[in-house]
């Protein structure tokens, strides 16, 4: 480990950098300092510069201009890894780890323990392991589990250790509670505050403004390229905050306030279900589960990480077989035998991890696009015309407003909100009338997700029936006309937009297990007496 920095010394120091790719000034003068032992958030749109100062600070990058120091050493950018040994790690959102290795072996992963005739040195490793995850509060059990078998937030516990084990004076987290729930961040950010306490400056980058406010020391926000906002967490406000990220009037809503340009919770006419779920029970993540979605509505899906929400999804697009129940769509018996079936069937997922499922990102746009929808430009000889897809592409780039050079770039050149936008516009091409969408604004900025929003809303408009599932529940009550909470694999409350419920103090309570009900009956009760 590196030596720890002096109580109140800065850990990191970037002074005046300014960064030029070709002609296009991508940072511009940014200067910014992290104290030991404290925890500064940084947060902007997508492209105001955040990932690029992060990358010059861990060498990846030289800058064009301006000083980087770790400490007291200066960044040298001749050699790859002077960062980590002047003591700066950083956790990315795409895990490190290796699913077939325990612990201890993903731990010490190319940077091994040997002896002089080059022998793992297996008993020192697993001293040095044991000590570390002492230190941090870690099980010692992961040690010897594998990847494969451990929790999503016990391999981020290993993904954080890891990183500190070879640098821990600075840590950067990118994102680290983008799959988890509430419950799960709870234990992250206390874990986090541990680490902190320990003398390790923490960098934390979040599209997750609620994440600023309940666990860091300072915040600093990036628009394009240049820092707007540096100061305490403590002396500023979600308002204060989102505008500096927008440079224009708050568009993410304070809780309780609600939408003034949104048509979600519009009273609709009575319609026919388009989706009608009943009894379905799948595996032990799904117990007994009933509920109808109407043609034209938004629902939510609330519940923590294991609460059946990914289940119910993946089931419905024909991913997962069911034990029982029964699923109709639009009147019909609707048992998928695969996601292609679903597809052909008019229903289409949006799945949580883009990148692995939902597009494919060494395609260009088009043909990402029409990949679901390849049968409608193939003639009666069988061959592929194209000319059509690419219109179709064209079309659909503008209803959805992707940003991009043209229909031929590649989705992996693309920024995070807009590479969401092909995942959606390939559901357009498809004429989705039942949308299944993951954690549909996953790393995207404030900007694209309320972009995302509004197309979705319009696809509801449109006639097709919304499942939205996501950790974020501002998110949630801001797209949704009804919330449906899953706790242990069955429903325990449905909440229309309207109803005194509709809040996130009700919504969290209602997501715990039982112990934790009362919370929502207390929180009804305080507005009863108001």
């Known amino acids: 480990m590196t030596p720890a920095a002096p109580q109140g010394e800065n850990v990191l120091e970037m002074r005046g950098i300014s960064m030029r790719f070709g002609e296009v000034w991508v940072l511009n003068d940014v200067n910014l300092s992290l104290r030991r032992g404290t925890i500064h958030a940084i947060v902007g749109h997508n492209g105001a510069g955040k990932s690029t100062l992060m990358k010059i600070a861990l060498g990846v990058f030289e800058p064009t201009s301006g000083e980087v120091r770790i400490g007291s050493q200066p960044l040298t950018y001749s050699k790859p890894a002077a960062a980590r040994d002047l003591g700066l790690g950083m956790v990315f959102q795409e895990r490190s780890l290796i699913p077939t290795l325990n612990g201890l072996d993903n731990l010490f992963l190319n940077s091994e323990r040997k002896n002089r005739v080059g022998l793992l040195r297996r ?5 040095e392991a044991v000590a570390l995850l002492d230190q941090l509060g870690i099980p010692r059990l992961l040690l010897q589990l594998g990847v494969s078998e451990m929790s ?41 505050r541990t680490v902190a306490a320990r003398g390790t400056g923490i960098i934390l980058i979040t599209h997750h403004l609620g994440e600023v406010f309940a666990v860091s020391d300072h915040v600093t926000c990036l628009r394009e390229g240049r820092i707007v906002l540096s100061t305490r967490t403590s002396d500023t406000s ?19 306030e609600q939408p003034r340009d949104s048509k979600a919770g519009v009273p609709r006419p009575s319609r026919k279900p388009r989706l009608s779920v009943s009894h379905l029970q799948v ?3 799904l117990a007994d589960v009933s509920f109808d979605v109407q043609e034209g509505e938004i629902l939510g899906l609330a519940g923590l990480a294991g609460s059946g929400r990914s289940t119910l999804l993946r089931t419905l697009f024909g991913d997962l077989r069911p034990n029982g129940g029964e699923v109709r769509v639009d009147g019909n018996l609707y048992r998928p035998r695969s996601p292609r079936d679903a597809i052909v069937r ?17 395609k260009s746009i088009t043909e990402n696009t029409v990949m679901p929808v390849l049968q409608r430009f193939v003639n009666r000889l069988r061959l592929l015309q194209m000319s059509g897809g690419r219109a179709a592409t064209r079309e659909v780039m503008a209803r959805v407003g992707i940003r991009a050079r043209g229909i031929d770039q590649l989705v992996g050149e693309l920024s995070g909100g807009n590479q969401q936008k092909v995942v959606l516009g390939k559901a357009l091409a498809v004429g989705a009338r039942l949308m299944l969408l993951d954690e ?18 319009e696809m509801a408009e449109g006639g097709a029936a919304v499942l939205w599932a996501t950790s974020d529940l501002r998110e949630l009550l801001e797209a949704a006309d009804r919330v449906i909470v899953l706790r242990d694999g069955v429903i325990e409350r449905s909440i229309d937009r309207g109803d005194p419920d509709f809040n996130e103090d009700v919504v969290i309570a209602r997501m715990q297990r039982t112990q934790y009900v009362q919370l929502a009956d207390a929180a009804q009760g305080r507005r009863a007496d108001d």
């Open 283 to 285: 595996g032990e993540k």
């Open 238 to 256: 979600m308002s204060q905050l989102i505008r500096a990220m927008l440079g224009r009037s708050s568009v993410v809503f304070e809780r309780g």
């Open 123 to 127: 008993r020192q490793e697993a001293k």
């Open 346 to 362: 008019g229903v289409y997922m949006i799945p949580e991890d883009r990148g692995r499922h939902g597009v494919v990102l060494t």
């Open 152 to 192: 999503t937030i016990e391999q981020e516990l290993l993904e954080i250790a890891k990183a500190l084990r070879l640098s821990d004076r600075v840590l950067t987290l990118d994102e680290p509670t983008a799959p988890f729930g509430q419950a799960e961040i709870h234990r992250l950010f206390e874990f986090i």
């Open 440 to 457: 549909p604004t996953f790393g995207v900025d404030i900007g694209a997700t309320r972009e995302i929003i509004r197309q979705v809303r």
